[in-house]
């Protein structure tokens, strides 16, 4: 009874290593991209200020200001932060076009 042993080429490891470390980016990217996505999706009706200005096309500046004016209503979150509803934003999204015409 002859038993064959393979022992593995160096390369074999080197592959292995290669394809471990290419896994473990892959993952971590991954994590970071559900992170992400759960920053908007564990609230979907709730936008950030950057949020908020990306869905006007204008400054976060502009959006500071229209929270000061009383043009767009906001709610505070924990730690003070500012939160706008995208459903209210859409309507005073309206509203702004209208008085801006």
Request: no cysteine; proline share 2%.
């Amino acid at each position: 009874m002859s038993a064959d042993i393979h022992i593995p080429d160096f390369r074999d490891y080197q592959t292995l290593r290669d394809d471990l470390q290419g896994i473990k980016a892959i993952v971590q990217n991954t994590n970071k991209l559900v992170q992400d996505n759960l920053k908007v999706t564990e609230f979907p009706d709730l936008l950030t200020i950057e949020q908020t200005a990306k869905f006007f096309g204008v400054t976060k500046t502009t959006i500071h200001s229209w929270k000061r004016k009383g043009l767009l209503r906001f709610i505070r979150i924990h730690g003070g932060a500012v939160r706008f509803r995208r459903s209210t934003s859409e309507k005073a999204l309206k509203e702004i076009k209208i008085r801006g015409r």
